[in-house]
């Protein structure tokens, strides 16, 4: 008799983790879900864990209960994560790298170490982790904290799902561009400010909280989560996002030079402006309405091109 498969989702407070976890269980998965204060959640549809992923005792107890209570995980969703100040690198101290570490990189991993021996026993199982589109060409400046374990993630996962393909485990790497999330509520202030960046990196931290609280719905990964979860040969990366997209083709194909200066084009600038939400960065920045945009223009040019193929076929004389 087939049973339920198994997801256990991480960060399942809000955001993409909520939105993953409700979009599975309404697809007949059964969920488990964990943070750091279950309590507050015991309202939802699916059981909520406690688990603190930068506490390696709060990570074996968590998977002790999976092992014992529920037998088996099918599906891990990584999903918790922090932003870290808004800093520059001599801002930044060594604790307040490693605290972004503790949760991005290390606690990651540290989950997905504990869980392995379940799923090589049960010679399959698929693992999702939430990095970023800035995990592959960058962030914007003054967070160079998050940047750099996302990269560090995505460089460990990729290496990660070569050991672990003889096993029938598939590992993949979600890469959204901008969402509206909690993630702008983590930014943090740098822990040492020097009056040097202040003005550059006020600027940055608008245009970044901007981006995300206009960002495009968490509901978007989490269905780009499912199709992953159900292909059965998964990729090893999934990007979601017209800007992901963009950034992605762009770090690909143009010129190092070219590319570096459209970037900077966005969040640099060389006097302060009246504001730096500027019409063009409205636009460009507001995933919402870049995504829309995008769809409207997509869909005319297919109708364009199946209207002068209808034309060109039905004008056709035919061969005497």
Known sequence: MMTEPIVFITGVSSGIGLETALLFKKKGFQIIGSSRTPEKYQHLPFPVVPLDITSQESIDAC??????????V?????????????????????????????????????LIRAVLPLMRQQDKGKII??????????????????????????????????????FHISVTLIEPGYCKTALSQSIQSPPHPLPEYEPRRTFTHTLQTYA?????????????????????????????????????????????????????KMFSWRKAPPTPVTPVRRFLLNSKKADRAWRIVSTGMVVLALFQLASFIFKRKPDS
């Open 212 to 264: 995300i609280d206009h960002g495009r719905d968490p509901r978007q990964v989490a269905l780009a989560i499912l199709k992953t979860v159900q292909h059965p040969n998964p990729p090893l990366r999934v990007l979601v996002g017209l800007d992901a997209k963009f950034l992605d083709a762009g770090r690909k194909y143009l010129p190092e030079k070219i590319f570096q200066f459209l970037l900077n």
């Open 63 to 72: 998977v002790r209960y999976l092992k014992r209570d529920i037998g088996r």
């Open 74 to 110: 099918d599906v891990l969703v990584c999903n918790a994560g922090t932003m870290g100040p808004v800093a520059a690198g001599e801002e930044l101290t060594s604790e307040a790298l490693w605290q972004v570490f503790q949760t991005n990189f290390f606690g990651t991993v540290h």
């Open 129 to 166: 982790v939430l990095s970023s589109i800035a995990g592959k060409v960058g962030a914007p400046p003054f967070f160079s904290a998050y940047t750099s374990s996302k990269h560090a993630l995505e460089g460990y996962i990729e290496t990660l799902a070569k050991e672990l393909a003889p």
